[in-house]
């Protein structure tokens, strides 16, 4: 099943949607038109609650009819009406990022991301003014449903909605300062974050360490590694960490970037960065300059 967040334009309303060939459908009209009974529910057409809390409850029956052919035109969506939001609640997730790890690492490593800072496909990405060097980092997302302490591994794959691709946008002339001076990479790091543009739940997608990944940025094709060339895996990764931290349902974890799956050279501002998984889909986005920083303080 592939579900994506999106926000009507004329209504401003943010609202669970199914993908199926390409085409977008309104999960409340579907409900309507079919005629089940959870349309009737307060609260059921928020994406936490849907997707997390109960955990996709009725969306598959939905999925099997589209899948059938029963499509109807009164629920699709267009692409002109609409904005592509993450596809998580931003103001209930956190956002963890992992790894990449050293190829000989002995134990994982994670640092928390700035989940208000989390955008949509096709966004436009505001770097910090003064960076002249913006680059992109793949990853692939997981979405929690369960909240993991002390977890295992088993605990973990249970516990996953599923998955979506990340682009987790980096400063490079920052992230290069923050590292010669010992600081935490959030300059670096924290302006921005892309999910999307669906998650797509773990029964369609088989195992994802297989998943092929590429990059596009602008004409030029660029070549990453499989998915799964981690040094842990993502259920080792997350087991670890929940032994650490709480994570709890609806949190956003991000698996590290994929081989290859950054520029590794500056990328121009206003190109278009479309980086893709296999299955999963293709996420967008283009950086930008973004305005001069006020001042921070009294001279």
């Not at 009725?58 to 589209?66: F, I, K, V």
């Not at 003064?130 to 979405?143: G, R, S």
């Not at 300062?177 to 010992?182: F, V």
């Not at 590794?264 to 479309?274: D, F, I, K, L, N």
Request: aromatic fraction near 6%; charged fraction near 25%; proline fraction near 7%.
């Amino acid at each position: 099943m592939r579900i994506a967040h999106v926000l009507q334009l004329a209504t401003s309303t943010p609202i669970v949607a199914l993908e199926r060939d390409g085409a977008l459908y309104d999960v409340a009209e579907l409900e309507r038109h079919f005629g089940t009974k959870l349309a009737d529910i307060p609260g059921v057409s928020d994406f936490h609650t849907r997707v997390v809390a109960l955990r996709c409850a009725g969306l598959h029956a939905l999925d099997d009819r589209l899948l059938s052919g029963d499509r109807p035109a009164s629920a699709q969506l267009h692409a002109d009406t609409l904005l592509w939001l993450p596809p998580c609640a931003v103001d209930r997730a956190a956002y963890v990022q992992l790894g990449p790890y050293a190829r000989d690492a002995d134990l994982p490593w994670y640092r928390f991301g700035n989940s208000r800072a989390l955008l949509g496909h096709d966004a436009t990405i505001p770097f910090p003014a003064l960076e002249d060097d913006p680059d992109y980092e793949l990853n692939l997302a997981a979405l929690l449903a369960e909240d993991l302490r002390r977890a295992t591994p088993e605990d973990v794959e249970k516990a996953i909605a599923g998955y979506t691709v990340l682009n987790d946008w980096t400063a490079r002339s920052l992230e290069a300062r923050s590292l010669a001076r010992g600081l935490p990479l959030s300059e670096a790091k924290d302006f921005a974050t892309q999910l999307g543009p669906v998650v797509v739940t773990p029964d369609e997608l088989g195992p994802v360490e297989v998943l092929r990944a590429q990059v596009r940025v602008d004409a030029e094709t660029r070549c990453c590694s499989r998915i799964g060339e981690w040094t842990f895996s993502l259920a080792e990764s997350v087991a670890y960490i929940s032994n650490q931290i709480e994570l709890r349902a609806g949190d956003v974890v991000g698996t590290g970037r994929v081989f290859g799956g950054s520029a590794g050279r500056r990328v121009p501002y206003g190109a278009r960065v479309e980086l893709m998984i296999e299955r999963i889909g293709r996420l967008t986005g283009k950086p930008v300059r973004g305005p001069a920083p006020l001042p921070w303080r009294r001279r």
